[in-house]
């Protein structure tokens, strides 16, 4: 299967701050990108995503950035928030796959 | 959740035994998963659907089988339950197959001693 991977398992940051979660994707002919957010005792919930023709798409408070180049991905959380702490998933649809593949995820914790 | 609904949220099987988690979808989408989710793993495909009757295996489809009679429905079906099997499931909708958001359900925590 792909590989898909997070640089840190673990993340905590500031309340107010921006948070920033990284991810490796090894398929460099990927050409769409997805990050999920999970709470503790809930189903994955999408956030955002991005296709290779994009390096950058924001949302209302994330931006996601694609760097092909180095086959890496980012998840940019503004002003993070209590609410914002879960684990992000980042997930890839490699050409001709038929699901996505989900790295293993990083864990923020936002400190009031 | 956009209209999934998986069932039962929890169980305990013993060994041995078949079991049947269900998922339930009102949003009449084409498509639907079933993902394991375990420590270090991730989510990883067992089988998905791409309509009534028409599945396929993922990842790690040995020792799982599914179902699809009806649009709403799909049923993963463990045939004799291992240990190994243990794990969080969720299934997942979505419209299309390639480049496109899929939606999760809540999630069913089975526990097989």
């Known amino acids: 299967g792909e590989s898909v991977g997070l640089h840190l398992p673990t993340l905590s940051v500031q309340e107010g701050d921006n948070s920033i979660i990284n991810c490796a994707y090894s398929?460099?002919?990927?050409?769409?990108f997805i990050w999920y957010k999970q709470e503790s005792g809930k189903g994955p919930q999408f956030i955002i995503d991005?296709?290779?023709?994009?390096d950058k798409r924001q949302g209302q408070r994330v931006t996601v950035l694609l760097n092909k180049t180095v086959k890496h991905l980012s998840l940019q959380i503004a002003a993070t928030q209590p609410g914002d702490s879960a684990v992000y998933f980042c997930?890839?649809?490699?050409?001709?796959?038929?699901?996505?593949?989900f790295g293993t995820g990083t864990r923020l914790t936002v400190i009031p | 959740d956009a209209g999934i609904t998986q069932s039962p949220r929890h169980k305990v099987t013993e060994t041995g035994t078949p079991v049947t988690l269900r998922c339930h979808q009102t949003e009449n989408h084409r498509y639907m998963y079933w993902y394991r989710q375990d420590p270090g793993h991730g989510l990883r495909l067992i089988h998905y659907?791409?309509?009534?009757?028409?599945?396929d295996k993922g990842e790690v489809s040995d020792g799982y089988s599914v179902s699809r009679s009806k649009t709403e429905d799909f049923l993963l079906t463990l045939e004799s339950a291992t240990s190994s099997q243990t794990s969080v499931y969720f299934c997942?909708?979505?419209?299309?197959?390639?480049?496109?958001?899929?939606?999760f359900g809540q999630g069913t925590r089975l526990t097989v001693v």
């Open positions: 991005i296709r290779s023709n994009m």
């Open positions: 997942a909708i979505s419209q299309k197959n390639l480049n496109t958001e899929a939606f």
């Open positions: 997930a890839e649809n490699p050409p001709g796959a038929n699901n996505l593949f």
């Open positions: 398929n460099s002919a990927s050409d769409y």
């Open positions: 659907s791409y309509g009534v009757k028409d599945t």
